[in-house]
């Protein structure tokens, strides 16, 4: 009965967060002003000096930096972000779709994650479009994650657990990242702060659902699989976030 009912908690948020996804949702072309003065980047407009929010943009080192080292290195910052972001994105697409070639008919979770790829997929393109507007040639990710990420996505139907804790791993740092950008009260460039606004938004039904599909699967794995997931939890949390927040050298 109580296996039961967690189910159907858990069929019911899912269509909750559907009916979000159809009530509330973006597109990467028509709901940021792209072409906008007020959004070109401008090598000289302050705005894009990092926030205290950013742990570079914290550090006494770059504070020292003249104004105009400070915005080149804040409009680089952003576009590693961004196509690290893009990167991260791709793998979710195709972990998830991978996951849902498994799900049943009538499964409420192919409708969700099926609305979380197209999300997904406005992310990537406004990730990119932001990249390729500042004019800033970089790679993204640690190389080391770009060659493996062609192999990750097969975990979203073997070891759907560690698939999920990995796209928690990824989404938690960013979004706290920008939250606390926004909030910081400092100035930030409207073209990012629209870009954060939006994926923020839509990002929390993302994050939402990879809490509760771990709430409900988890338990119902044998000791053994939860003791490898247990063990592997916090090395996934790590590197991944590292993989997020710290950029690659090669990047510079």
Not at 196 to 208: G, L, N, V
């Amino acid at each position: 009965m109580t296996a039961n009912l967690t189910r159907k908690v858990y069929d019911e948020r899912l269509r909750t967060l559907s009916e979000g996804s159809v009530n509330v949702n973006f597109n990467a072309f028509t709901d940021i002003k792209w072409d906008d003065p007020e959004f070109a980047v401008d090598t000289g407009d302050p705005r894009w000096v990092l926030t205290s929010a950013d742990a570079l943009g914290s550090h006494p080192w770059y504070r020292e930096q003249p104004l105009e080292t400070q915005i080149r290195i804040g409009i680089w910052r952003w576009a590693v972000i961004a196509k690290t972001g893009m990167q991260f994105e791709n793998l979710l697409m195709r972990g998830a779709l991978d996951y849902l070639v498994h799900v049943d008919n009538q499964d409420p979770e192919f409708r969700y994650l099926t609305h979380e790829i197209t999300e997904e997929t406005h992310h990537t393109q406004m990730f990119q479009e932001l990249v390729n507007r500042t004019g800033v040639d970089t790679p993204g990710s640690r190389r080391w994650f770009r060659n493996v990420s062609r192999v990750l996505p097969l975990a979203g139907s073997l070891w759907p657990e560690v698939f999920f804790t990995g796209i928690l791993a990824g989404e938690e740092p960013i979004d706290h990242l920008q939250k606390a950008a926004l909030r910081s009260g400092e100035p930030v460039h409207p073209l990012p702060q629209r870009i954060m606004q939006i994926h923020i938004a839509e990002e929390a039904r993302h994050i939402s659902f990879a809490h509760e599909f771990l709430r409900l699967r988890v338990p119902g794995y044998g000791k053994v699989r939860r003791g490898v997931l247990s063990v592997f939890f916090p090395v996934i949390m790590r590197t991944l976030c590292d993989v997020i927040m710290i950029p690659d050298r090669r990047s510079a």
